[in-house]
Structures are given as C-alpha cells and as structure tokens.
C-alpha cells in the first residue's frame, strides 16, 4: 500500500443496530477531535469507515460492493476503514479479498482507529479485532455535542446464545460499564444537549453494578439514579431478554416518572419446540405473562418485539402459533425477519430448511398482522394528550418532528426549538406517525 496525504474529511456509515449507530457516532467523534472534518454532503470523504453488520446475511457481500465504488471527485480511493460486525468476523478475509481496504477494526477496538490511520497514511495496513471492552470507553473522547436524544452503551456482548445469532461471536461476552462511568457520561450528554438517553445493550436488562454506596444494583437501579439528573427529561432502553426481566424493572415502570411507556422485548416465536430448537430460554406462554406484568405496572406500555420467521423445522403450526402470539399482545410495533443462516452458528447446521417462497409467504402473513396493529395502536391514541420531545424539522416550513412517550413519530406545526418538550394533542394517525396540535407553549 502506498502512503497517502493525512485525510481531511471523513464520513461513517453505519449498517446496523442501534449500538452500531452509537459506535459509529463515537468513531466520528473520535476522528473529528483529531482534527478531520465531516465530509460535506455529496461529496466523497478522504476517510470513509464502512461501520458494518453481521446479523443476516449478503452484509459482507454489501461490504464488498461498497468497497469497490467509493471514489473520490479526482477517480482516486479514499482511505477505507471496515470497523463493526463483519470486521469482528470477517477481518482476515477482508484483508485478503480487498486491497483497498487498509484497516480493519472490530467493535471493542475501534478508539485504536487514530494509531491505525497514522499507519494507514504511512502505507502499512492494520487490523485490530482484540476485545477488551472497557478500555475502549476510557479512551474516548468526551462528547461536545449530542442530539435531543442521544444513545448510551450501558452493557456490551452477549451469554445467550439463541441458536442462530451471530452476536455472541461478533461482540463477545456480556460486561456491563461501571455504574460512576455511566453516570459521567449521561450527565456530559445531558450538558451537550441530550433531553433523552437510551439506554443501549445487546441485553441492556442484564446490566449490573454497583451504586455509588456500593449496593449491587440492576438496570432498574441505573435507572433510578439517571432519573436524579434534573435536565434529562426522559429514559428509554433497548434491547431487553425476557430471561433477565427483573421484578425491580417491571416496578420502575409504575414508579419512575422519566422511564417511557415503552418496551421492546423479543420474542422470536410464538412456537415453544421452535423458541427450544433457537435456545430461547423461554416459551410462549412465560412471554405472555412477563407482558402482563408489565401491563400491570404500567397500563398504557406500548409493546415491541422482534420476530423470525422461517426458522429450520418451522411448521404451519409452529407459525400459526407466532400468528396468535401477535393477536394476543397486539404490538404498537415489531420487527420481523426471514431466518437467515449464519455461519458458525448451530442452526445454520440442522435440517428442516424452509423454502424461500414458503418464508415469503410466512413473512407477508407477519407483517400484515403486525402492521394492522400498529395502525391500530396509532388510531386508539388519537385524541391524546401527550409530551412530544421535539427531534427534528420536518420536510415543509413550520413543521417539527419530534417522539411521543410510546416512541411513535409525530410531526406538528411549531416554532419549537429542537430538544424542547412540547404539549401536544394527538388528532390523526398514519401508519407509521400522527399528526399532532400544539397546545401548550413548550417547556425548555
Ligand atoms: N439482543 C437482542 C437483539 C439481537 S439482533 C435480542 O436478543 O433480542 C436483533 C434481531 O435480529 C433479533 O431479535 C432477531 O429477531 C434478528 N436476528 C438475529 N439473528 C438472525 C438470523 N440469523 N436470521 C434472521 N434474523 C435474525
Ligand atoms: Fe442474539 Fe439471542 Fe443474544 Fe439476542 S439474546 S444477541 S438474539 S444470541
Ligand atoms: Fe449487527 Fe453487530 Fe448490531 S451484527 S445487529 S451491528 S451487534
């Protein structure tokens, strides 16, 4: 590899999860305290760092494709960095199959990208996928700004190990981020201009420490501690196990103000062999009444999950009972997937493969139900009043956009300013929004 000119400008784009976007914005951050400016838009950067994902498959072949067409204005390739998932999997291969490519950084790596860049300037190639998940916190730049809501990683990895996932490979084992760190890092958020936090983890109710007295301490408890500081208005988390929902988490949701209405617990299926075959760890049944409880404590929680369909062995049966799993909780909203086999993993190895016209089929089926809920939902709150934190400008003058407490996207004529809260009455629904009306002046 020939040595470049140190880059200018940068651009990160991220393909993947949540906390894939919270690395990626954690990379920028990084590169722009080195003194690289984002790119403009449309313009191609010096640096690009392809942020990637490994979840289903055709990423890497994405990964590929995308390598080969970056090209700046003079014809000449910027410098490119493969960082997230695929990386953590695939680096060796990558190394191999793309030239161009000159670092390859895994996701508990990455704040070594500044060293890796020296050496790429120099014209050496570098890969970095060790694992040492904390140290990658402590060596990151604190944050100067943050979006209205921001997202903060609480607990990395996962022990889970459901049959057909390729995280515990590509992020490792389950850690949680010590309790005073995390409490640092909300209120520097919180001071750069976050009113909301999510907190973010592959299993973020398995998260555990130690509070500042040191009492062994669950979410609930990080929880209740970030709910203390007084400008951040609202908490959310994402993505929780059934298996580690606790009794003190279910509770915060009656009694924490701050916590949002919100849940999104995965389910995967509705069938119990099939939920056995994945090694779910719960069955349909245990699902269903975690939920109840939940609806206990908090009886207007909006309730999310994710699905696969398609999985080796899956039967009409074994779908139709995921089909009533849906009618039975009626989701607000819901990601569904078609099983994707991964290697590696233990189910990409069982029998029983499903047709791809049969997973299709499967998958219309899912969505249809899932989005006749989610419309659903969306009706039966028009006419509510309720707080929507103000996020973006909307596409016509006047507009905003902003996230109502069940997190839907709710667009209204305003002068708000971004990060304000605005009283707002709930008068029409689409699919995917509502329509709001302003009614009280917002509060900062
Ligand atoms: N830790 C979270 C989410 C992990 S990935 C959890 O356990 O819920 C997000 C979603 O991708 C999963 O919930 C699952 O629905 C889907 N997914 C994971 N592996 C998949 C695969 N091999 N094929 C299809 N969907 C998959
Ligand atoms: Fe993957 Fe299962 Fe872990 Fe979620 S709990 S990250 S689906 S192995
Ligand atoms: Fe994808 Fe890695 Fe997230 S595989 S879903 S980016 S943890």
């Given at each position: 590899?020939?040595?470049?000119?140190?880059?200018?400008?940068?651009?990160?784009?991220?393909?993947?999860?949540?906390?894939?976007v919270y690395d990626g914005d954690r990379m920028a951050e990084l590169l722009a305290s080195r003194g690289i400016a984002p790119a403009a838009e449309g313009e191609e950067a010096d640096l690009v760092v392809l942020n990637t994902c490994h979840i289903r498959e055709k990423a890497a072949e994405k990964v590929y494709s995308d390598i080969g067409?970056?090209?700046?204005?003079?014809?000449?390739?910027?410098?490119?960095?493969?960082?997230?998932?695929?990386?953590?999997?695939?680096?060796?291969?990558?190394?191999?199959?793309?030239?161009?490519?000159?670092?390859?950084?895994?996701?508990?790596?990455?704040?070594?990208?500044?060293?890796?860049?020296?050496?790429?300037?120099?014209?050496?190639?570098?890969?970095?996928?060790?694992?040492?998940?904390?140290?990658?916190?402590?060596?990151?730049?604190?944050?100067?700004?943050?979006?209205?809501?921001?997202?903060?990683?609480?607990?990395?990895?996962?022990?889970?190990?459901?049959?057909?996932?390729?995280?515990?490979?590509?992020?490792?084992?389950?850690?949680?981020?010590?309790?005073?760190?995390?409490?640092?890092?909300?209120?520097?958020?919180?001071?750069?201009?976050?009113?909301?936090?999510?907190?973010?983890?592959?299993?973020?109710?398995?998260?555990?420490?130690?509070?500042?007295?040191?009492?062994?301490?669950?979410?609930?408890?990080?929880?209740?501690?970030?709910?203390?500081?007084?400008?951040?208005?609202?908490?959310?988390?994402?993505?929780?196990?059934?298996?580690?929902?606790?009794?003190?988490?279910?509770?915060?949701?009656?009694?924490?103000?701050?916590?949002?209405?919100?849940?999104?617990?995965?389910?995967?299926?509705?069938?119990?062999?099939?939920?056995?075959?994945?090694?779910?760890?719960?069955?349909?049944?245990?699902?269903?009444?975690?939920?109840?409880?939940?609806?206990?404590?908090?009886?207007?929680?909006?309730?999310?999950?994710?699905?696969?369909?398609?999985?080796?062995?899956e039967t009409e049966a074994d779908f139709e009972a995921t089909m009533q799993l849906v009618d039975a909780v009626g989701y607000a909203q819901a990601f569904s997937f078609k099983y994707s086999a991964r290697p590696g993993t233990p189910a990409a190895s069982m029998d029983g493969a499903i047709a791809p016209e049969v997973m299709d089929e499967?998958?219309?089926?899912?969505?249809?139900?899932?989005?006749?809920?989610?419309?659903?939902?969306?009706?039966?709150?028009?006419?509510?009043?309720?707080?929507?934190?103000?996020?973006?400008?909307?596409?016509?003058?006047?507009?905003?956009?902003?996230?109502?407490?069940?997190?839907?996207?709710?667009?209204?004529?305003?002068?708000?300013?971004?990060?304000?809260?605005?009283?707002?009455?709930?008068?029409?629904?689409?699919?995917?929004?509502?329509?709001?009306?302003?009614?009280?002046?917002?509060?900062?």
């Open positions: 590899m020939r040595a470049s000119s140190p880059p200018k400008t940068y651009r990160v784009k991220s393909f993947g999860c949540q906390m894939n067409r970056l090209q700046k204005a003079d014809g000449s390739k910027p410098l490119i960095a493969v960082a997230g998932c695929v990386a953590q999997a695939e680096g060796e291969e990558i190394m191999a199959r793309a030239p161009a490519v000159s670092m390859v950084v895994g996701p508990q790596a990455y704040h070594r990208l500044p060293e890796m860049l020296d050496k790429a300037v120099a014209g050496e190639r570098a890969t970095d996928t060790d694992m040492p998940p904390i140290a990658k916190f402590a060596a990151l730049p604190a944050r100067r700004r943050a979006p209205p809501s921001a997202f903060l990683t609480v607990q990395e990895g996962c022990d889970k190990f459901c049959t057909y996932c390729v995280v515990p490979y590509t992020r490792g084992a389950e850690i949680s981020r010590p309790f005073n760190d995390l409490v640092a890092e909300a209120e520097k958020l919180v001071e750069a201009g976050a009113r909301e936090i999510t907190l973010l983890g592959q299993n973020v109710n398995a998260w555990s420490g130690e509070d500042a007295k040191g009492r062994a301490i669950g979410l609930d408890g990080l929880i209740r501690e970030l709910a203390k500081l007084p400008n951040l208005a609202r908490i959310r988390y994402t993505t929780s196990h059934p298996m580690d929902v606790t009794d003190g988490l279910i509770a915060a949701h009656g009694e924490v103000d701050k916590l949002m209405p919100f849940l999104h617990l995965p389910v995967q299926s509705g069938s119990d062999p099939i939920l056995k075959a994945m090694n779910r760890s719960h069955d349909a049944e245990g699902y269903l009444r975690l939920l109840e409880r939940f609806r206990e404590a908090r009886p207007d929680i909006a309730l999310s999950g994710d699905f696969i369909v398609g999985f080796p062995g499967r998958l219309q089926r899912l969505q249809a139900a899932l989005n006749r809920d989610q419309l659903a939902f969306n009706q039966a709150s028009v006419g509510k009043r309720c707080a929507v934190l103000v996020e973006r400008k909307g596409k016509k003058p006047g507009q905003m956009l902003g996230k109502s407490p069940w997190l839907q996207s709710v667009w209204f004529e305003s002068d708000a300013a971004l990060g304000e809260i605005a009283e707002v009455e709930l008068v029409e629904a689409g699919p995917n929004s509502l329509a709001g009306r302003v009614l009280a002046p917002v509060s900062a």
